[in-house]
């Protein structure tokens, strides 16, 4: 039995315990990883500061993806550690039922106003996954609330992530996802064509000239199933999860055409294009396309507390909550919905972004970020390249009958090298803090460059 650490020192103790011992890794059964394979040789983190973690043999990792995405600021900030101290200090926890708090009534306040078109309400989670299925939730009670309840049919798209609910990996076309609860998902989604097309789109820079016409797909779903009976579309505006996915210029555009020609609601999931991935604050604003409802959460609190939300347009709110008799308007809500930590985190870290123009900054080291990672083309075994924003990947030809295992191979090189990357598929994905320095941008490329050819 492991005694418990409670107290400050004993929980600084424990952080840095793998330095000289590691702790006991039996009982925890880690999300998403190879369990045993971990537990035989564990990449344990110890701490954290801005573009760097520290490992536990304290050695420093340059981060090239933001923890998960997530980090957009860089990590242990301040401002944002001291906002969370000072919450927990003085409203550790409220109940978000029949009860309010300041600090998640002004956060939602502070999202309306960087929101773009009429997207002006908030829902509050705590995590993407639970974004996704409350959206999804949202879309039902709206259609139902102006009496056109035949409308439950979700539409996703394949290779799209949507996180782990059973909408979620539902609407999501992640088929190993899938597999294991197969038999129990939700019974009326379609999915629509992937943009992936590295036969007319490879080593493109920015938005892919060719594909718009993949939106097309939709209207094959609206005539075999009848446009009357979808609910919503939900597509990521730049696909992460499944390998950095860039939309061909003119995609999302037609996608809105075509669920506005049918009354069908568009969901972007911006878990994580939301907060300037992409060189601007959402997706939406980044391709200038106007969704009815935004999944967030990620940069949200810059990772620091778990949060997601959900942005929905005037009309939406106004109908499933104006539009409802006298009570409870909508059965739905978690127990931490808008937590006191996480909307303190959220309000500093927003603070933060627009302090330091973060978002701004990334579209102004994007083009540096573009040349970086382009400058591996040639390199063998690369079949692709590509970049938006703060956003890289690339592509590798899977060895014959082993899909994966070249990247993951890459993967470890490159965390051998002092650099954290990220492994999906034969895709090495690379998504930064948006505070990168140019000559980390080269340390990154440099490292993975050693690493493609060490594994070759
Ligand atoms: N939607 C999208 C678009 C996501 O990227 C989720 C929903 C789910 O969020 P939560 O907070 O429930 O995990 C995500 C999560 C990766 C990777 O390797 C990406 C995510 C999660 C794990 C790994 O790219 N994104």
């Not at 564990?42 to 420093?60: E, F, W």
């Not at 939700?186 to 060719?210: C, E, M, W, Y």
Request: aromatic share 8%; net charge negative; proline share 5%.
């Amino acid at each position: 039995m492991t005694t418990i650490a409670s107290s400050t020192s004993a929980l600084a103790a424990l952080l840095h315990a793998p330095l000289e011992a590691p702790p006991a890794l039996e009982s925890l059964w880690m999300p998403f990883t190879n369990n045993r394979a971990f537990k035989q040789a564990p990449r344990m983190l110890v701490s954290a500061k801005d573009m760097h973690y520290t490992d536990a043999d304290g050695r420093q990792v340059l981060d090239g993806v933001a923890g998960l995405w997530c980090v957009n600021a860089g990590h242990c900030r301040a401002p944002i550690s001291d906002a969370i101290a000072t919450a927990a200090k003085t409203l550790d926890y409220a109940p978000p039922f029949q009860m309010g708090h300041s600090l998640s009534f002004a956060l939602a306040e502070r999202l309306a106003d960087m929101l773009p078109g009429d997207l002006d309400h908030v829902f509050f989670t705590n995590s993407g996954s639970e974004a996704v299925d409350t959206a999804l939730k949202i879309a039902l009670a709206y259609h139902q609330a102006r009496g056109d309840a035949k409308r439950t049919r979700f539409v996703g798209r394949q290779r799209g992530y949507h996180g782990v609910g059973f909408g979620g990996i539902s609407v999501g076309g992640i088929p190993t996802n899938a597999k294991q609860f197969a038999s129990q998902l939700l019974p009326s989604v379609d999915h629509i064509a992937h943009t992936h097309d590295l036969a007319r789109n490879a080593f493109s820079k920015g938005q892919p000239q060719h594909g718009a016409e993949l939106a097309d797909d939709l209207e094959r779903v609206i005539t075999e199933r009848g446009g009357d009976t979808i609910a919503a579309v939900i597509v990521e505006p730049v696909a992460g999860s499944t390998g950095v996915l860039i939309p061909p210029v003119g995609y999302l555009d037609r996608l809105r055409k075509i669920c506005d020609a049918h009354g069908i609601l568009l969901i972007f999931d911006e878990v994580i294009t939301g907060f300037g991935r992409t060189g601007s604050a959402f997706g939406a604003t980044r391709f200038n396309v106007l969704p009815d409802l935004i999944c967030a959460a990620k940069g949200l609190t810059n990772g620091a507390v778990p949060m997601g939300a959900v942005f929905a347009r005037h009309t939406i709110y106004d109908t499933v909550v104006n539009g409802a008799p006298a009570g409870i308007e909508l059965f739905h809500g978690y127990t931490y919905s808008g937590h006191p930590l996480a909307a303190a985190a959220g309000l500093a870290t927003l603070d933060l972004y627009e302090r330091e123009g973060l978002f701004q900054r990334a579209a102004d080291v994007a083009p540096a970020w573009e040349r970086a990672v382009h400058a591996l083309r040639g390199r063998k075994n690369v079949i692709d390249i590509r970049n938006i924003g703060l956003v890289g990947a690339v592509e590798l030809e899977p060895r014959e009958g082993k899909p994966g295992t070249r990247a993951w191979d890459v993967f470890l090189e490159c965390f051998k090298r002092g650099v954290l990357v990220r492994q999906t598929g034969d895709i090495i994905a690379l998504t930064p803090p948006l505070i990168i320095e140019p000559s980390q941008m080269q340390e990154i490329v440099g490292v993975l460059g050693e690493a493609i050819d060490a594994v070759a």
